[in-house]
Nanobody
Framework: QVQLVESGGGLVQAGGSLRLACAAS????????MDWYRQAPGKQRELVAS???????VVAEFVKGRFTISRDDAKNTMYLQMNSLKPEDTAVYYC??????????????WGQGTRVTVSS
């Protein structure tokens, strides 16, 4: 079994920065993809950024130039550096991952989320 735990959320003023982390633990042989999603009140969950084992990092257009995704495979951890935050970035941020558990097995799941609130 695999667990994902997000951290780093909080309250910040507009223009500020936060760094989110998503740590994976459990039966992990390797991590294929890890993604950040967010869900604002009353809105659908949306993809914010994605990173693959091949080093292909992608961020959504609406955060491009402000958010950066990265991963540390030695720590099984993914990060989201968020700069120049805006009130519309307020949401619960979730990570998910596709994990190779060894022996041909895979696991796909979500963390519990971390709340980001940006005040104007």
């Amino acid at each position: 079994q695999v667990q994902l735990v997000e951290s780093g959320g909080g309250l910040v003023q507009a223009g500020g920065s936060l760094r989110l982390a998503c740590a994976a633990s459990g039966t992990i042989f390797s991590i294929n993809t890890m993604d950040w999603y967010r869900q604002a009140p009353g809105k659908q969950r949306e993809l914010v950024a994605s990173t693959s084992s091949g080093g292909n990092n992608v961020v959504a257009e609406f955060v491009k130039g402000r958010f950066t995704i990265s991963r540390d495979d030695a720590k099984n951890t993914m990060y989201l550096q968020m700069n120049s935050l805006k009130p519309e970035d307020t949401a619960v941020y979730y990570c998910n991952a596709l994990v190779n558990t060894g022996g041909g097995g895979t696991w796909y799941g979500w963390g519990q989320g971390t709340r980001v609130t940006v005040s104007s």
